[in-house]
């Protein structure tokens, strides 16, 4: 079955980066599969990143978030990272990989647990 | 990039009512609209995507309409476990979330 495991809790000052790691088993890595992220803060709404391509490597950002996020990967253990830099108290949120079929009109099938990053100042 | 909203943010319903959510792109996306449903501390769970077509194992009074810039998720008959937060979603350009419409109970 398709899983996606993410990274522990994360506790970060206001200004450092963090990086969250996202590991999926239950099917081929670099097929055609995207990996994106989004994120969620206590309360709101869920907000996109931006998505991920395990295979060529290629992303593409939230206009929200470019300049901060980097989104990559490592083939060798079918692992997605993001790390988002330049932290504010804003950014405390619960942070999700998802698995979502690639191209256009394409849909998120399969979620991680979620990764709670909080900020303090 | 293409900007969602939804409305409304928020309605109380009863069991057994027909509720309705509306949500709008800013320019035209075709039938490039999904809609999710999440449960507090709960992943988001597909319901419907194409703007109408059904995701396998979504209960039938989930349905989904609409092309262009407007769309519409109706459940026919809200039962108790359908309170929950519901979004929609762009997949045309980016993968752009509403802003969300909570169903709670009246």
């Known amino acids: 079955q398709v899983q996606l495991v993410q990274s522990g809790a994360e506790v970060k000052k206001a200004g450092a980066s963090v990086k969250v790691s996202c590991k999926a088993s239950g099917y081929t890595f670099t097929s055609t599969y995207d990996i994106n992220w989004v994120r969620q803060a206590t309360g709101q709404g869920l907000e996109w990143m931006g998505w991920?391509?395990?295979?060529?490597?290629?992303?593409g950002y939230a206009e929200s978030f470019q300049g901060r996020v980097t989104m990559t990967r490592d083939t060798s253990i079918s692992t997605a990272y993001m790390e988002l830099s330049s932290l504010r108290s804003e950014d405390t949120a619960v942070y999700y990989c998802?698995?979502?079929?690639?191209?256009?009109?394409?849909?998120?099938?399969?979620w991680g647990q979620g990764t709670l990053v909080t900020v303090s100042s | 990039d293409i900007q969602m909203t939804q409305s409304p943010s928020s309605l109380s319903a009863s069991v057994g009512d027909r509720v309705t959510i509306t949500c709008r792109a800013s320019?035209?996306?075709?039938?490039?609209l999904n809609w999710y449903q999440q449960k507090p501390g709960k992943a988001p769970k597909l319901l419907i995507y194409?703007?109408?077509s059904l995701q396998s194992g979504v209960p039938s009074r989930f349905s989904g309409s609409g092309s262009g810039t407007d769309f519409t998720l109706t459940i026919s008959s809200l039962q108790p476990e359908d309170f929950a937060t519901y979004y929609c979603?762009?997949?045309?350009?980016?993968?752009?979330f509403g802003p969300g419409t909570k169903v709670d109970i009246k």
């Open positions: 991920m391509n395990p295979n060529s490597g290629d992303a």
């Open positions: 320019q035209s996306i075709s039938t490039y």
């Open positions: 998802a698995r979502g079929p690639q191209g256009t009109g394409a849909t998120i099938d399969y």
């Open positions: 979603q762009q997949s045309y350009t980016t993968r752009a």
């Open positions: 194409a703007a109408s």
